[in-house]
């Protein structure tokens, strides 16, 4: 069993509606929690981090961490066909372990 | 400082024949990660150093690889006598805490 699990998908929306990312993970020890946005033939690009359980939000994307279920969770409001993209969780121990990612295609 | 850089962005080469990459991190940044990743899956973890160095090394890592990084600053990942299936994306990341994982282009390798 992997460390993190993350449906690859791939999502296709169409814009303007609210999209769901999820990721669970196995290991208590991670710390910091995070959402990453790759584009194709490109480097994963922050985008939140969190640490403790709850909400984070940043203009239209929130992230939830729930660390008793070991599951965290990125919305995307007002989705635009620039946010398509694959995303990735990942979690921090000392290093960082990602999910698979998730391809995203919003469609106009 | 306009992020991380590595070079090349694209290496093909023979199999069997050893290849270089390089990458030069955010300049205040002390912690220097390597990756890899292959199509449809997420980056996976080879190597990290902290200053110059070498704290961790994934069981990902054979003896074909080697990574450094002297006197703190750029990091080179060697791989000696290439296979196919070390065909991939080669990323390095550096960060100053543990949140700022800031990552660069990678460096796409083609074993043919």
């Known amino acids: 069993q992997k460390e993190v699990e993350q449906d690859p998908g791939p999502l296709s929306v169409p814009e303007g509606a609210i999209v769901s990312l999820n990721c669970t993970y196995s290991n208590s020890a991670f710390q910091y929690f995070m959402w990453y946005r790759q584009y194709s033939r490109k480097g994963p690009e922050l985008l939140m981090y969190?640490?403790?359980?709850g909400n984070k939000e940043d203009g239209r994307f929130t992230a939830q961490v729930d660390k008793s279920s070991k599951y965290i969770s990125l919305f995307i409001r007002d989705s635009q066909p620039s946010d398509s993209a694959t995303y990735l969780c990942a979690m921090e121990n000392e290093k960082l372990t990602f999910g698979t990612g998730t391809r995203l295609t919003i469609i106009p | 400082d306009t992020g991380v850089s590595q070079d090349p962005r694209h290496k093909i080469t023979k199999r069997g024949q050893n290849v270089t990459f390089r990458c030069d991190p955010i300049s205040e940044h002390n912690r220097l990660y390597w990756y890899r990743q292959t199509l449809g899956q997420g980056p996976e973890f080879l190597t990290y150093f902290q200053n110059e160095a070498q704290l961790e090394k994934s069981r990902l890592l054979s003896d074909r690889f080697s990574a450094e990084r002297p006197k703190g600053s750029f990091s080179t990942l060697e791989i000696q006598r290439t296979e196919q299936g070390d065909s991939a994306m080669y990323l390095c990341?550096?960060?100053?805490?543990?949140?700022?994982?800031?990552f660069g282009s990678g460096t796409r390798l083609t074993v043919v």
């Open positions: 969190t640490y403790s359980s």
């Open positions: 990341a550096s960060s100053l805490d543990r949140t700022g994982y800031t």
